[in-house]
Each structure stands twice: as C-alpha cells, then as structure tokens.
C-alpha cells in the first residue's frame, strides 16, 4: 500500500538530489523524516543533513507524556 503525501510530493518537486543539498532537520524525534531525506536527496557527495533534537530528559517538560526518553536510542541505532 503507497500513501500520497503532498509534503513528499512538493519537496521531491523543489529539491534535486543531484545536486548540492544542505538539510538541516530541527526536531528529529526518532528520526523516520531523517532517512526520508538521506535517502531521496542526499545523492550528491557534496551534500549534507544536521539533525538536531534536545530530547528533553528533564522531569519538568511539556511533552513528558510523549518522550519516554527511548526516542534518542531508537534515532542512533546504526
């Protein structure tokens, strides 16, 4: 089963992976969008992606409820 996504649809539009493409990703939680991208623009040995995410480890957060703290581990994993 394929999904449609405009997102997906709009950024393969503007973007080409031919090309020189510098990502930077803010809130990466477990990091699908991040493989998304490696994996349909970054086919130019000159690009790159950042990826960066503060997952809060303090008690006193807003988003408690939806970080158990796992997302950090699940995002590194090779």
């Known amino acids: 089963m394929v999904f449609y996504s405009e997102i ?14 510098n990502i930077l990703e803010i809130g990466c939680y477990e990091g699908m969008s991040s493989v ?8 130019n040995e ?9 997952y809060l480890h303090s ?6 409820t939806l970080l158990q ?3 950090e581990a699940n995002f590194n994993i090779p």
Request: net charge negative; glycine share 0%.
């Open 8 to 21: 997906k649809q709009k950024l393969s539009n503007f973007l080409d992976k031919t090309k020189q493409n």
């Open 36 to 43: 998304f991208f490696a994996d349909n623009f970054l086919d």
């Open 46 to 54: 000159n690009s790159t992606m950042d990826c960066v995410d503060p």
């Open 59 to 64: 008690e006193d957060n807003d988003h408690k």
């Open 69 to 71: 703290n796992n997302e």
